[in-house]
């Protein structure tokens, strides 16, 4: 089979290295990629945002698969280019993605399907919106509704707070048009899981519960970003709550789009607080994350381009997914500034080393490459991961792996997967 990845990230790089050892395989095609990625697949320099163009490329090179790794494309409607062509896809048409593509939106799911999640409203009024505040008790969320890339979701400590963030939004626009209206939540309490799932429109196969960093600083200090590092399983998660887990949230968001007629086909991802009433909504992803990605895929066996080839045909109810037991910490390395403006070009040393690691891969994101050096492209440059007995094991291997590498203002945390080491040890 040929295969095309859509992407250049971290999460594209993970998929390309498990898609690749496929024996159905021909040949994979990555675009735009990135040099780790050009280690297993033939990469083309065409945008994750040309959807006319990696169209036309999927049509001229009779692609049997194309995988979409990130929102944006599939938002704009690249499922549905392809559709159209009779090209396979794996990822949702535009109108399921707008479950991660409208944060308003995918709250009225959630309120028409009964599935639970945080308290909130909706506005593009700031006068509307700063009166709400007076009926929710700090901290406040606010959110972008639209794409910010994993930054558009502020928690306000004060009520100063969240009328600034109001304000940037809506009257500033400082996530641009996806500030254009603002979603307003209640704070929940608790830990934050990742459930990440497959489905082909009517069965939902989920995958293991992950758990990813979102703040840049060690013991979640700082501002939120894309991801810092992600550990699977999580201990917090138990049998009969990954169960409601499932059946409430998944299953009950899958049938309620398809009942909306809504054919949704690819990953559902569902960000989760475990809360006092069980587990809530926090948001809807129509992609893999990034970089519970990372922390999954190394963990599982079974022949993934098969899992979501059957995503695209109806059958992954047919499917089980295989298993490693063994636990994945996966760490980010990121540049300086970050998740601010960060500088790019400078030389990364250590990669061949930090591989010597056993049971640890490095997967690239913000990389490039050029006279067979690899440099930063800025954000996040890499993120390591590493299976070990038990997840002490894991976090050892992935630390040993990442401190071999360095480059100019690299930083990343220390503490990753470091509560759950906690909950163990007192459980």
């Known amino acids: 089979m040929r295969v095309l990845v859509v992407g250049g990230g971290g999460r594209e790089h993970a998929l390309v290295w498990a898609l690749a050892k496929s024996p159905a395989i021909e040949r994979i095609y990555a675009a735009p990629g990135n040099p780790g990625i050009g280690e297993l697949a033939r990469c083309v320099s065409i945008s994750a945002g040309d959807v006319g163009g990696l169209a036309d490329f999927a049509e001229r090179e009779s692609m049997d698969l194309t995988v979409v790794g990130p929102e944006a494309p599939l938002v704009a409607g690249l499922a549905n280019e392809l559709a159209a062509r009779g090209l396979p896809v794996f990822g949702p048409a535009r109108d399921g993605a707008l479950i991660e593509g409208s944060k308003a939106y995918a709250r009225k799911v959630c309120a028409r399907h009964g599935i639970p999640g945080a308290r909130g409203a909706d506005f593009m009024d700031p006068a509307k919106a700063r009166a709400y505040l007076e009926e929710l008790e700090a901290p406040y969320v606010v959110k972008a509704d639209g794409l910010a890339a994993g930054k558009g979701v502020i928690i306000a400590e004060t009520l100063a707070e969240a009328e600034a963030a109001i304000r940037a939004c809506l009257v500033d626009r400082a ?23 497959l489905t082909d429109g009517r069965t939902v196969v989920a995958l293991a519960p992950s758990q990813d960093h979102k703040r840049v600083g060690e013991g979640d200090t700082g501002p939120n970003t894309g991801g810092m590092g992600a ?21 009950a968001t899958v049938a309620g789009l398809r009942a909306e007629g809504t054919d949704y086909r690819g990953v559902l991802y569902a960000g989760l607080m475990l809360t006092a009433d069980g587990p809530k909504v926090l948001e809807f992803n129509c992609r893999f994350g990034d970089p519970e990605t990372q922390a999954l895929i190394p963990r599982v066996r079974s022949d993934l381009l098969e899992l979501l080839r059957a995503c695209t045909d109806g059958t992954v109810g047919q499917r089980e997914v295989e298993w490693d037991p063994r636990p994945c910490v996966t760490v980010v390395a990121a540049s300086e500034g970050y998740p601010g403006p960060s500088p790019a070009g400078l030389e990364i040393t250590g990669l061949a080393e930090a591989g010597l690691i056993p049971d640890a891969v490095v997967f690239h994101a913000g990389t490039s490459g050029k006279d067979g050096r690899v440099t930063t492209a800025g954000g996040r440059v890499l993120a390591v991961s590493a299976l070990g007995a038990d997840l002490g094991e894991a976090r050892a291997r992935a630390y040993d792996a990442i401190g071999r590498i360095g480059f100019e203002g690299m930083h990343y945390r220390r503490d990753i997967g470091e509560r759950a080491m906690r909950e163990r040890a007192s459980g």
């Open 175 to 197: 996530f641009g048009e996806a500030g254009g209206r603002v979603v307003i939540e209640e704070h929940l309490e608790g830990e934050e899981v990742s459930a990440i799932a």
């Open 231 to 251: 550990y699977s399983p999580v201990p917090a998660v138990d049998p009969d709550t990954w169960r409601r887990i499932e059946t409430e949230i998944l299953q």
